[in-house]
């Protein structure tokens, strides 16, 4: 298949969503498909076989993109919109692979050019949105709706945790949702408490009692208040 991934954020970043995006477009090119990047200005270049990146034209004035909700976001994501549709006039694709709120541009690229998505959901959009803008509760609703329509023109959706899928079947109860948790990226010699002269890592004094490790950044909209 030739699949057109849909990445709104820069790439390759050593952080969440971008990682993430990086082991999706490793993991299908290692089943042989044809893979073209859509991805913001930002971000290292990465060498994937049968995968080419594109980016949307540099903006003059953004730079720095980080994670979450920005006015930057959205002047790329409308630059996204238009390159994509551009691609989709130029090459013939099977299935579009949306992540985020780029499931809106899949959205129109199917009503305009019948391609399929499916909707890669790292977050509730909506959810989002209110939490880094309280000022917009009063539109959680709408919110709420346009991220409905994301989820029922999709071929499916996939998440990352068991909230999410609640969120999706809430939008679709009989969409398909399959979820693909986050997974360690150190190798197997690295995931004990012990290191190669048998001390522990950990101090002595967390011997025996719970430990929380929080493995993401540090924006508001993660719930890092909840650790607190």
Not at 129 to 141: C, H, R
Request: charged residues 20%; hydrophobic residues 45%.
């Amino acid at each position: 298949m030739r699949i057109l991934v849909l990445a709104p954020h820069p790439f390759f970043q050593a952080r969440g969503t971008p990682l993430a995006v990086k082991r999706v477009l490793e993991f299908l090119s290692s089943r042989g498909h044809q893979l073209d990047l859509l991805t913001f200005h930002e971000g290292e270049d990465v060498d994937i076989p049968n995968c080419r990146i594109h980016r949307i034209a540099r903006p003059l004035w953004i730079r720095n993109i980080r994670p979450g909700f920005s006015l930057k976001k959205v002047v790329c994501d409308v630059l996204m919109f238009t390159k994509c549709l551009s691609m989709v006039r130029r090459n013939h694709y099977d299935l579009i692979h949306a992540v985020e709120e780029s499931a809106f541009i899949a959205a129109a690229m199917q009503r305009m050019a019948g391609i399929p998505y499916v909707y890669d959901m790292d977050s509730s959009l909506a959810e989002q949105l209110v939490d880094a803008y309280p000022g917009l509760q009063f539109a959680l609703n709408t919110l709420r709706k346009c991220e409905a329509v994301a989820v029922r023109h999709s071929l499916g959706v996939l998440t990352v945790c068991a909230a999410l899928e609640d969120v999706a079947h809430g939008h679709a109860p009989d969409k398909p949702i399959g979820r693909v948790e986050d997974t360690t990226l150190l190798g197997a010699d690295q995931r004990y408490t012990r290191n190669g002269q048998g001390d522990s890592i950990l101090p002595s004094s967390v011997d025996g009692t719970p430990v929380v490790m929080y493995v993401g950044n540090l924006e508001h909209y993660q719930g890092i208040n909840l650790l607190l």
